[in-house]
């Protein structure tokens, strides 16, 4: 027999070559990346998870419900204080403190009276005011309602009261008090959540009441503590300024520092000795020199003596007498030696007068001399008393300063506290309250919480950001096969066309292979026809030989064989199908093969002619070679180099010949069966078979001997493939399905 001269359609010689058709069967295919987002492929995912989606929204929404009917309906009740801008006190007290209360306030001082409203403190006073001890439903609804209360009365677990009740109830007040400044005004706004409308509005006016008041409260008492404070340090101050003052007269007298002027008496005293020792000094030397030049001194006194003058009148007088008388009279004239004799007298006279002169002013000022000395050194003696003294004095200032200073530091501490004390006192009973309410709560009429609309709506956002990410998360975690992208991009070989569910496209549930021939026109038909000349788009020239195989068993290959076989014969081609499943032998199954007539066992150990084994199709003109009797426990088809002849001889006769061979992961015989077709294809399961499961069987093929192979998705819901993105044609099934005959 002659292969049959196909035509081109079916032979593929003459189309073009595959992008790709250099590259080792099986190694991965380049996808161009992706320059945008992929929303298709999002929008895909959300389709084909819609139900897990929805049943988490539901259950979000479901729990939303719940959530709204189980929790206790909350008023809340909502008072607005002031705070006063002018804080200034009706006493002023000093500077420091009058610019201090007259500062504009911040928002940090703002916050500060928050935490005020909502202290310990605070809360106590209120559960005070309000009698809550004595609220027993409030005690109960504190102490025996809630969450866990409620789950403490499940387990059995009584709630008792605490031993501090007043503290614990504050303690629960304050966990449904809340206190935020309005907007940037000096205001707050003090809120408070409780079951009874009326206790909430009265528990937040108590709270803005109470911190209006506390503020003026605060600060008597605050004055009081500051006043016995005061009292207690003045008296101690008092007396140490006291003894401050006592320690420093006592030096003075001890010291001689009578009084404040005592150093500049000695001062001066000591510059007015100074200065007449000084003059003594001078007047000392001044009376030395004269003594010491008393010979001239006491010429000068005889000179001017009076009496000096008479004797030299005299002595003048017989001067001219004797003159007189020598001119007359010879020298023994009895008158003229009498003048001699007087002038002699007078002489002589002259001489003791000088004598007696000279002594008296010599001896006076040798006697002046001697007092002024006398005198300087009595000077030099006071001065050097009063510099001792003078030194002494400043000697002791030292000690009389330091004292000086601690006693006045004690006094200005002492007027310091006295002046303070005497402030607080005058302020004290008259303090001015800081804050003021604005608006007092009133009675809510609806309940703050719970908002139903608002949690029906917090229900489906969670639900919506919980069901997302679920359905991207189960998607991303499915490995089932879905569309070409996935095929070639997480398996990296090429995708040959899927094949359709026959109910998907109006066929019913009968065999896919009779539906073929029974329906020419119709999807499934097209498909397998889609199918098979994908497979001559290859990188051989040579496609007669296909084998179809799987990973696993039980994924339609020998259906989809059979149908390619009744596929190629209607075609008018000359073709064979070979059942290589010596395990199996599900084609033999399916044609049901006659056991008595010899097979392919019989052909490839007997001899037998391949007219004899192989059987005619019963809806085409295809050809069989079934497997009639089973293979014995460890024989194998490729003994002896048989099944290679039967191939080759084939090819000789057959335009195309098939080979249902067994699932790759099981069966090894199989993967050497594969290397002697030129086309290979993997059935997988559509949205079943995972892709690893495929890797797995391709990473034992040999894929450098392989002509070609690809993946073909069977039995593929065309309804639901058009939720699963478009990857692959069937995508777009419904805007082509009008020209198939049935549908």
Known sequence: MTTTNLPDRYRGTNLPVPLEGNRLPGSPINHAEADRLDLAGLYAIFRRRLWLFAMVVG???????????????????????????????????????????????????????????????????????????????????????????????????????????????????????????????????????????????????????????????RKRAENEKSLAVLRTRIEDLRKQAQVDFAAVQDFRVRNNLLSQQATQLAEQEAAAYSLQLAAARAQAAADRGHANAAGGTADAAVVNSPGMQALRAQRATIGVKIADLSSRYLETHPDLITARQQMAEIDSQIAAEMNRTRAGVTAGLAANASATSQQAGSLQGNLSTARGALAANNKALVGLDDLTRKAQASQSLYDGYLSRYKEVLAQTGIERAEAHVLSPAEVPKVPSSPIVILN?????????????????????????????????????????????????????????????????????????????GATRQGNRERNQVIAISSSLPNEGKTSLALSLVRSAALAGESVIIIDCDIVQRGLSSLVSADATKPGLREMMRDGIKLGEAMVKDSASDA????????????????????????????????????????????????????????????????????????????????????????VTLNAMDMRKQAKFGGGDAAYYYNSYKKYYAAT
């Open 623 to 710: 050809m069989v070679l079934p497997i009639t009797a089973p293979f014995l426990e460890g024989e194998r088809l490729l003994e002896r180099g048989n099944f290679h002849r039967m191939i080759g001889a084939l090819r000789e006769h057959f335009g195309v010949i098939i080979l249902d061979t067994a699932p790759i992961l099981p069966i090894a015989e199989t993967r050497e069966i594969v290397s002697l077709a030129d086309n290979v294809i993997i059935t997988a399961l559509w949205r079943k078979t995972s892709d690893s499961a495929i890797r797995a069987a391709m990473r034992l093929l040999p894929l450098a001997t392989i002509g070609d192979i690809g």
């Open 59 to 217: 259950i979000c929404l479901l729990m939303a419900i719940n959530i709204t009917m189980l929790t206790p309906k909350m008023y809340q009740g909502q008072a607005d204080v002031i705070i006063n801008k002018d804080r200034t006190e009706l006493v002023p007290g000093n500077v420091a403190d009058q610019q201090a209360n007259n500062a504009p306030l911040h928002g940090e001082d703002i916050d500060t009276e928050t935490k005020v409203i909502q202290s310990q403190d605070l809360a106590e006073q209120v559960i005070d005011q309000t009698r809550l001890t004595e609220d027993q439903a409030f005690i109960n609804q504190t102490f025996r309602g809630g969450f866990r209360n409620s789950i403490k009365s499940l387990l059995g677990m009584s709630s008792e009261k605490p031993a501090d009740l007043r503290r614990a109830l504050a303690d629960a007040v304050l966990k449904n008090l809340d206190a935020n400044r309005l907007d940037t005004a000096y205001a707050i706004r003090i809120s408070y959540l409780d079951r009874d409308p009326q206790r909430a509005a009265r528990i937040a006016n108590a709270f803005a009441e109470t911190y209006a008041a506390s503020a003026a409260t």
């Open 456 to 532: 029906l709506a917090l229900g489906l956002i969670i639900g919506v950001l919980l069901g997302t990410p679920a359905a991207i998360a189960t998607e991303t975690a499915f490995r089932g096969l879905t569309t070409a992208d996935d095929v070639e991009s997480r398996l990296g070989v090429r995708y040959l066309g899927g094949i359709p569910q026959l109910a998907s496209v109006g066929l019913g549930h009968g065999p896919p292979a009779d539906s073929l021939a029974e329906h020419p026109g119709s999807a499934y038909a097209e498909a397998v026809r889609g199918l098979l």
